[in-house]
């Protein structure tokens, strides 16, 4: 079953949520406005449909945007659901067919309410396109250096990772930029140190060897949780360990892996395309593939040295 979800997003970045009304499937849960293609339509054409039946407005088809392919299964049919940002429309959408409809900042929605393959849409929203990764060569007090002036450039994402460091070196690094990480409104993530996230309230990016010893989400929903994935059953691991977003690797060759075989985009999108969360191309790549990777069913760009060479 193919559905197609609609993100109105407005002028101040609030999207709007409706409400599943009661004696459907996932009654009270909030999604995003949309429905199944019926036959012979695409995504644009369904949701043009859905949105004027459901909220009454108009939409244009080439203000659409795709945002992200989530594939579900609620134990019946599997599920495909695209979802699709609009930003234009005419009309003030009604809750002509759901129970009521809401317009949110998505950083203050609680994913518990969400339908559950929702959840993804909503970490595709709050997730920026750069996932920049520490140099692993450099000291401490370096890599803050390179932190700090990351936030004033605009980044807001960012893993903390210090291979030739201790753990315990490298939390106490960090602790010392939740300062800044709280004035910009910035997310940092410590690679593997699960334990220190949950001290500091940061985010953890899970290798995959700790992907296999999980069942569970480490740590809050406020807290990301993020995972590095070569493969699609990596994927299907970081999914079923409620993680929040991915990177799958080496996408090009990089001088990091130099005998890594490289995915390449075509084989990368059909792996972001089966997971059902967001996923950071990473491995030879930087800023300046951001829409290359879009393209590809990607969130963006991950990467160690294309990131810290501005
Ligand atoms: N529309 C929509 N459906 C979603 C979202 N997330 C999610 O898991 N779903 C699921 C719920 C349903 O199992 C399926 C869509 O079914 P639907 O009942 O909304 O479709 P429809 O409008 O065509 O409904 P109907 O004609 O069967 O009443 O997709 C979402 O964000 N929007």
């Known amino acids: 079953m193919h559905v197609a ?5 407005d002028g101040a970045g609030r999207v709007l ?25 695409d995504t644009a054409a369904a949701l043009v449909r859905e949105l004027d039946e459901e909220l009454g407005i108009a939409v244009d088809p080439l203000s659409f945007e795709p945002l992200i392919r989530v594939p579900w299964s609620y134990g019946e049919r599997p599920l495909c659901l695209d979802a699709v940002i609009v930003r234009a429309w005419s009309g003030v959408p009604a809750a002509l067919d759901a129970a009521a409809i809401d317009w949110r900042d998505p950083r203050d929605v609680d994913p518990s309410l969400l339908a559950p393959a ?14 920049p990764v520490t140099p692993s060569d450099v000291s401490v007090e370096r890599a803050a250096t390179l932190v700090r002036a990351a936030l004033a450039r605009g980044e807001r994402l960012m893993q903390w990772r210090l291979p030739s460091v201790s753990l315990a070196e490298a939390r106490k690094g960090a602790a010392g930029l939740l300062p800044e990480l709280r004035r910009f409104g910035a997310s940092l993530l410590l690679n593997r140190d699960i334990e220190g996230a949950r001290e500091l309230g940061l985010g953890v990016h899970l290798s995959a060897a700790q992907l296999r010893e999980l069942d569970a989400r480490p740590l809050p929903p406020s807290q990301w949780v993020a995972a590095s994935c070569h493969d699609a059953d990596e994927l299907a691991m970081a999914v ?10 080496p996408v090009m060759p990089t001088a990091s892996h130099p005998g890594a075989e490289p995915l390449g985009w075509p084989r990368f999108a059909k792996l972001a395309e089966a997971a059902a969360l967001p996923v950071f191309a990473l491995g030879g790549v930087g800023p300046h593939e951001v829409a290359e990777a879009r393209m590809h069913a990607g969130q963006g760009t991950a990467g160690i040295r294309a990131f810290w060479r501005a």
């Open 240 to 249: 079923r360990c409620g993680c929040d977003f991915a990177t799958v690797s």
């Open 118 to 131: 929702d959840r993804a849409i909503l970490a595709a929203l709050r997730l920026p396109e750069h996932y």
């Open 5 to 9: 979800a609609g993100v109105l997003v």
């Open 17 to 41: 949520l409706a409400q599943r009304p009661p004696g459907k499937h996932l009654a009270g849960r909030w999604e995003f406005p949309g429905g199944k293609l019926e036959a012979g339509e």
